[in-house]
């Protein structure tokens, strides 16, 4: 199961002899002992119902009188071995014959940093207890399921792809970072049931301060003095240049989106079909014929170098941003008046 399912199960059915957490995400592996512990919190005084062993004291012997005497007090006893591997290693015979037949007042909790689902110690517990898998999301499409399936998991709140995808950027896909917010925008939300894009533009990372449309039209414009002037006060606000850089790329992505989707739908239908924010789509419309689809191309190519040397580089992150936004400028223009259509000189 993974963490979501193992959330609902602590909530309505009872504990299994056994469960198991691992994988490469140490967050989700934290939470999956929180809810473990916070449950044995509630069915019983924490004291008595919650047995950490650490790393020096496994003695085999020792757990396993635990696992097996008779809790005093309370219902059942949880023992908790972090990092078991090692554990696992030495006493897997021990192990699996215990698990063959369970105290019916102990829960076991390992956590582990590798296992194998073929071995016969993980089929006893898939049969007696409950393996739980906490991964890093791999690709794009994968951190937004994980977004949506969070917020709806944990806050009972339903995201829509749009604010996932800003959220995502704004977090640059970092799982801590994402689960800190998406609790911040549950509260926002308050009583409805979902989260919008607004909602993030709004509440997520002192987003509020920040709006891409208004920088993008002083890019569009020409006037750089000015762009510079939002990214000099962003920063001395404390605003994290590789957040800034999340949100031009999440920004620039949609106008690139927008701008190959004019070439069939037209300006209108291209911007409806990218953004339901309606001062955002005011925004793309007024952008739009200032920007080539091939300066767009070469625009987010420049945003991931920026990306990169913001994380990576020793150059002072004002000088990162000063160039980048040299290089967002499309080639001077003269300014149009008139109906907002992509012209040929655009295309």
């Known amino acids: 199961m993974y963490l979501s399912e193992l959330t609902r199960h602590l909530q309505k059915d009872r504990l299994k002899p056994v469960y198991v957490a691992f994988g490469n995400n140490p967050q989700e592996v934290h939470e999956a002992l929180d809810a473990l512990r916070a449950r044995a919190a509630r069915d019983g005084d924490p004291s008595l119902s919650i047995v950490e062993f650490p790393r020096d004291q496994r003695e085999l012997a020792v757990v396993m009188d635990v696992l097996q005497g008779t809790p005093m007090f309370v219902d059942y006893r949880m023992v908790i071995l972090q990092g078991a591997d090692d554990f696992l290693s030495r006493h897997r015979a021990a192990l699996e014959n215990y698990l063959n037949r369970p105290s019916s007042t102990a829960v076991l909790v390992l956590t582990v940093d590798s296992w194998r689902r073929d071995t016969k110690l993980a089929k006893i517990v898939e049969k007696q207890g409950a393996p739980v898998g906490c991964w890093l999301p791999r690709s794009q499409r994968d951190v937004l399921d994980w977004i949506q399936r969070r917020a709806r998991s944990e806050h009972k709140k339903r995201i829509t792809s749009d604010a996932a995808q800003l959220l995502a950027d704004l977090c640059q896909n970092d799982p801590s970072a994402l689960a800190a917010e998406i609790g911040k ?10 989260i919008s894009a607004q909602d ?69 239908a291209a911007v409806n079909r990218v953004s ?7 925004a793309l419309a007024r952008q739009l014929p200032r920007f080539s689809a091939d300066h ?4 987010h190519q420049a945003i991931l170098r920026a990306d990169l040397e913001a994380k990576t580089s020793r150059f002072p992150d004002h000088l990162v941003l000063e ?25």
Do not use: W
Request: charged fraction near 25%; proline fraction near 6%; glycine fraction near 6%.
């Open 185 to 194: 925008l549950a509260l926002y939300a308050g009583q409805s049931d979902q």
């Open 200 to 268: 993030v533009a709004a509440a997520a990372m002192g987003y509020a301060s920040y709006k891409p449309f208004d920088l993008c039209d002083k890019l569009a414009e020409g006037d750089l003095h000015h762009a510079l002037r939002v990214v000099e006060t962003l920063l001395e606000e404390g605003l994290p240049a590789v957040v800034f850089i999340g949100t031009l790329r999440s920004y620039f992505r949609r106008l690139l989106e927008a701008r190959l989707a004019a070439e069939s739908l037209g300006l209108q």
């Open 276 to 282: 339901n924010y309606p001062k955002e789509r005011e």
């Open 296 to 299: 767009l191309v070469s625009a």
């Open 323 to 347: 160039r980048l936004l040299m290089q967002l400028m499309p080639p001077a223009a003269p300014h149009r008046h008139g109906p907002q259509t992509l012209t040929e000189e655009t295309k």
